[in-house]
């Protein structure tokens, strides 16, 4: 089951929600994780099929399209222009910000990348190994913008194929 079939099963409309063609397919989330029942083909049946992919559903099922679905706001951890807390949602780059204060206040250049594969969760892959204070110094960064909102999972020592911070201070200044 690839990656074009599951196209099938869901759709975006003209108002750029994904939905879950319900007439086709059960989509239940378990832990953050796809699983889905194929109802309409026989020969090809699937059955709480894990595909491996992170997703996050929208509370809300209307569209302004008119439908009434399942709407699936992030597939696969990758972050979009949100990132949810648990109560509140944040532009995804109050990250960048994060990371800039800590280039241009505290001289730490942190090349990373971010990941959320549950509300209020983000993982943030830094490829730099972080001192213990460094660490302390991220985190109070953190807090600042997040609050307890969102808890941040710091993986060090991973390639991220980004640009460093200070890189991307050109964007907003
Ligand atoms: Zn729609």
Redesign the pocket.
């Known amino acids: 089951m690839g990656r074009l079939k599951v196209a099938l099963l869901l759709f ?6 994904m ?1 879950v063609n319900m007439e086709t397919v059960i989509v239940e989330e378990i832990n953050g994780e796809i699983i889905i029942t194929n109802l309409v083909s026989k020969s090809f049946p699937i059955i709480r099929y894990r595909l491996g992919d992170k997703i996050i559903f929208d509370n809300v099922s209307f ?5 009434e ?1 399942f ?1 699936i706001k992030e597939v696969s951890g990758r972050v979009g222009k949100k990132i949810y807390g648990f109560k509140q949602e944040y532009p995804n780059w109050t990250t960048n910000y994060i990371f800039r204060n800590l280039a241009i206040n505290k001289k730490i250049t942190l090349n990373y990348q971010i990941e959320q594969r549950e509300k209020g969760k983000i993982i943030l892959n830094i490829e730099q190994g972080l001192e213990n204070k460094q660490r302390e110094i991220f985190l109070q960064e953190v807090r600042k913008y997040y609050g307890g909102d969102v808890e941040v999972e710091i993986r060090t020592g991973i390639e991220t194929f980004a640009q460093p911070a200070v890189g991307k201070e050109r964007i907003w200044g």
């Open positions: 975006k409309c003209a108002s750029g929600s939905h569209c302004p399209c008119g439908r679905s709407i």
